[in-house]
């Protein structure tokens, strides 16, 4: 079959001919319509990720079609319309009978611990725990923006941010995961102050239902960055203070900023990656213990949460194809994997 090749860190992967995937005995193998180009994507293109090794085939963000099943699945057949969360589940370990498939302690990732879908076919693990069916109402490409960023979007901002109506959040980073959060946010019946260096990204974040727009492209220090999105919250009739924020962009200065920026009692949700080799963060911990702050992870979602995100896009509530604003080749993915974030919103590759 035809895939990205990461025979370097650091370096781009090119297309080459590799081998098509065996089916594990209770998997399967999915051929790939769509698959969407992420930072966690890049992150594994430069090393960070200490769980990939080379050669490699990144990609973790897919839809596509059931071709093959393992003997053991029972649920599943050729033929299905699917996604997958980028955790692929056990479903046998304690969090994963606890109902937490996504930090499943004997987890493999697409495009981390095993080959991933910037490839014609790729392999789910686990199929009757991880595969998730696609309504027909929504399309390949859309779909391939669901496994990832607006999934691990969804849990962060519905389920361990605990958002509620009329609540102030604050996204800083608005591509992918953050746009998505946006969109959530304000389906939630939330205030949405979205900040990032980026122009386009926030006339984007406005689009999909940012009240305010936080433009810190002066390279502003975390704590004036946090003192303009309190400005901007309590300039349109807010607190002065946000009750939830993300970091989804993933980095020390997003992450301080979006602690420093909340109210008491307020909640800060982590979703863009950190990884070791990037530096391990500063973070204001005197913040969080005078304000009496939570400080949350969030890493993805697993399967089971997927119906109830999958039934407000099926009723228009929320719709992941609108993020989508640029669709390549795979040939063309190599060379986006180098530079993420170089254009707002979702760029999704098709094999």
Same mark, same amino acid.
């Given at each position: 079959m035809r895939a990205l090749l990461l025979e370097r860190f650091g370096q781009a992967p090119h297309l080459?001919?590799?081998?098509?995937?065996?089916?594990?005995?209770?998997?399967?193998?999915?051929?790939?319509?769509?698959?969407?180009?992420?930072?966690?994507?890049?992150?594994?293109?430069?090393?960070?990720?200490?769980?990939?090794?080379?050669?490699?085939?990144?990609?973790?963000?897919?839809?596509?079609v059931v071709v093959e099943v393992g003997p053991q699945v029972q649920e599943w057949s050729a033929g299905a319309r699917v996604t997958a969360p980028f955790v692929n589940a056990c479903g046998r370990c304690a969090p994963c009978l606890a109902g937490r498939q996504q930090v499943c302690a004997r987890q493999t990732q697409p495009g981390f611990t095993r080959w991933g879908s910037f490839a014609e076919l790729v392999v789910v693990d686990h199929a009757d725990v991880n595969l998730v069916a696609l309504p027909d109402g929504v399309d390949t490409v859309a779909a391939a923006a669901l496994g990832c960023r607006f999934a691990t979007a969804?849990?962060?901002? @519905?389920?361990?941010?605990?958002? !509620?109506? =009329?609540?102030?959040?604050?996204? *800083?980073?608005?591509?992918?995961?953050? +746009?998505? &959060?946006?969109?959530?946010?304000?389906?939630?019946?939330?205030?949405?102050?979205?900040?990032?260096?980026?122009?386009?990204?926030?006339?984007?974040?406005?689009?999909?239902?940012?009240?305010?727009?936080?433009?810190?492209?002066?390279?502003?220090?975390?704590?004036?960055?946090?003192?303009?999105?309190?400005?901007?919250?309590?300039?349109?009739?807010?607190?002065?203070? @946000?009750?939830?924020?993300?970091? !989804?962009? =993933?980095?020390?200065?997003?992450? *301080?900023?979006?602690?420093?920026?909340? +109210?008491? &009692?307020?909640?800060?949700?982590?979703?863009?990656?950190?990884?070791?080799?990037?530096?391990?963060?500063?973070?204001?911990?005197?913040?969080?213990?005078?304000?009496?702050?939570?400080?949350?992870?969030s890493h993805g979602m697993g399967a089971r949460s997927y119906p109830a995100l999958l039934g407000l896009v099926t009723s228009g509530r929320l719709d992941p194809g609108a993020l989508v604003t640029r669709q390549v080749s795979l040939e063309q993915a190599a060379e986006e994997l180098m530079t993420p974030g170089a254009g707002p919103g979702v760029t999704v590759a098709l094999p």
């Amino acid at each position: 079959m035809r895939a990205l090749l990461l025979e370097r860190f650091g370096q781009a992967p090119h297309l080459a001919d590799v081998p098509e995937p065996r089916c594990p005995p209770d998997g399967a193998v999915v051929r790939v319509g769509a698959t969407g180009l992420c930072r966690s994507d890049w992150h594994a293109v430069m090393g960070h990720d200490p769980d990939v090794r080379l050669p490699h085939v990144p990609g973790h963000e897919f839809a596509g079609v059931v071709v093959e099943v393992g003997p053991q699945v029972q649920e599943w057949s050729a033929g299905a319309r699917v996604t997958a969360p980028f955790v692929n589940a056990c479903g046998r370990c304690a969090p994963c009978l606890a109902g937490r498939q996504q930090v499943c302690a004997r987890q493999t990732q697409p495009g981390f611990t095993r080959w991933g879908s910037f490839a014609e076919l790729v392999v789910v693990d686990h199929a009757d725990v991880n595969l998730v069916a696609l309504p027909d109402g929504v399309d390949t490409v859309a779909a391939a923006a669901l496994g990832c960023r607006f999934a691990t979007a969804f849990r962060a901002v @519905v389920e361990v941010g605990r958002l !509620a109506a =009329g609540e102030w959040v604050a996204v *800083h980073g608005c591509g992918g995961v953050g +746009l998505s &959060a946006v969109m959530i946010a304000r389906a939630c019946g939330a205030r949405v102050a979205a900040v990032d260096v980026s122009a386009a990204a926030l006339e984007l974040a406005a689009r999909f239902g940012a009240e305010v727009a936080v433009d810190v492209s002066d390279g502003p220090t975390p704590d004036r960055a946090a003192a303009l999105v309190r400005q901007a919250v309590g300039g349109a009739g807010g607190p002065g203070g @946000v009750h939830l924020s993300l970091d !989804a962009l =993933g980095s020390e200065a997003t992450c *301080h900023a979006s602690i420093a920026g909340l +109210l008491p &009692a307020g909640r800060h949700v982590q979703v863009g990656l950190l990884p070791p080799a990037t530096g391990l963060p500063r973070v204001p911990m005197h913040l969080v213990v005078g304000g009496e702050l939570e400080v949350l992870g969030s890493h993805g979602m697993g399967a089971r949460s997927y119906p109830a995100l999958l039934g407000l896009v099926t009723s228009g509530r929320l719709d992941p194809g609108a993020l989508v604003t640029r669709q390549v080749s795979l040939e063309q993915a190599a060379e986006e994997l180098m530079t993420p974030g170089a254009g707002p919103g979702v760029t999704v590759a098709l094999p």
